[in-house]
């Protein structure tokens, strides 16, 4: 069972043109379409991947935050963004923690959540990355609950599965304190 179709990599180094038929035939299949931009290279890239991919997910896209337009953009489409501070403050894409947009998307209305991205290159598991956006930006459970959400909606699985596992989110987010 194949999901989805994805490309990742360093988007700044690698010409979108290379993979358009690609996700052209994905699409065509009834793929979903996922899509890394925004990360090595500006929101020319993320509004580069949206033109030629069309994904309801980017993998990154913290540059974003540059363009308010595209910003608006990615609000009002609900394109949804899978974010990884400690990630792009380990490849330099932000000089410290801090500096990350993260916060500034999710106020700003765009579908986030947090991710981890390289594990085993960034040595950051989700408990970590929660407790910097907690002590960063003063995350609380209802931020982390709201991100959860974003993520499970713009999952790759039947609807059914979703109403399941949005329940299970509820509960936990009832019952557990961070």
């Given amino acids: 069972y194949v999901a989805a179709f994805d490309i990742a990599g360093d988007e700044a180094g690698c010409p979108i043109t290379n993979h358009v038929a690609a996700f052209n035939y994905a699409r065509e299949r009834g793929l979903h379409i996922t899509a890394h931009a925004g990360e090595a290279a500006g929101p020319e890239s993320v509004w580069e991947t949206l033109e030629h991919f069309k994904p309801s997910r980017i993998g990154h896209g913290a540059r974003s935050a540059e363009d308010e337009k595209l910003v608006k953009h990615l609000r009002d489409t609900k394109i949804h963004l899978e974010i990884c501070p400690s990630c792009n403050v380990q490849t330099s894409m932000y000089n410290e923690y801090k500096d990350h947009p993260v916060d500034k998307l999710k106020k700003e209305g765009v579908s986030i959540n947090i991710n981890t991205d390289c594990r085993t290159i960034v040595h950051v598991n989700m408990s970590n990355e929660y407790q910097r956006m907690q002590q960063t ?16 909606k713009a999952a790759f699985i039947p609807n059914e599965l979703k109403e399941k596992w949005n329940g299970h989110l509820l509960r936990k987010q009832e019952a557990t304190a961070i």
């Fill in 137 to 152: 930006f003063g995350w609380t459970k209802q931020d982390f609950y709201d991100c959860n959400v974003n993520a499970l």
